[in-house]
């Protein structure tokens, strides 16, 4: 090959370069933005967009998956705000697909223990983000909106380890939205069992991919969050 094609070549691949980070960095830029100035996806067809060149970043419920409780916090009132934040009837909830899959893989290995897992949130309208900030606004237990969370993203999950044959919740460190030290990962414990289950609970989520929160034992996300877009739609749109 002479030194003027492999120019030539340089110089349309450089192009193409070129023009997919500018239309990367446009389709960000048309998007709604938030009164924190952050960009949002907002309607069903937005979302829809997004998975056009991207179907991994589908959204897909909990609710079909076998062997995974849930029990949402934010659709009821029992929260630390004491009141329902997610509105409607909710029944499901929703995870991007493959860190919904590595959470079936999680189950999976609990359930060979006689366990299963039992979720409390994952996927968080960024209006109700908006919500909890307000009243928060601590960036160790609560996401700042002009940041957006892993939950809004669709990657982020609260969750905890119940027994298989009872559905008794496993002994913990604290209930689920505990903003104290006592939430914290690295918390110094006496009681072995609790020791034994948040370990067990840790482990196993990070052996599958997800991250750890070091604040709250029960909060694990998935590895780069900033690939995924930030969503304010309802249960319902998806």
Known sequence: MNNKILNVRRKVYGFILIFHAFFTISAAQSLPVSRYGLPIINSPGLYKESLKDHPEKEMVGLSACPGIVLSLRYAGSDNFLHKKLYPGKVSNTFLRKPVLEALIRVNR?????????????????YSVTETIWETVKDDRYAADPANGSGHNRGVAVDLTIADLKSGQLLRMPTD????????????????????????????????????????????????DPGKFEVMDLSFEEF
């Open 109 to 125: 290995e609990l359930n060979k223990k006689g366990m299963m897992l039992v979720v409390y949130d994952a996927y968080r309208p």
């Open 176 to 223: 689920f939205d505990n903003f104290t030290d006592s939430a914290r990962q690295d918390f110094p414990l006496s009681d072995s069992a609790m020791i034994r289950n948040r370990n067990l609970l840790r482990e196993l989520m990070m052996k599958n991919g997800f991250l750890p929160l070091s604040t709250e034992w029960w909060h694990f996300s998935w590895p």
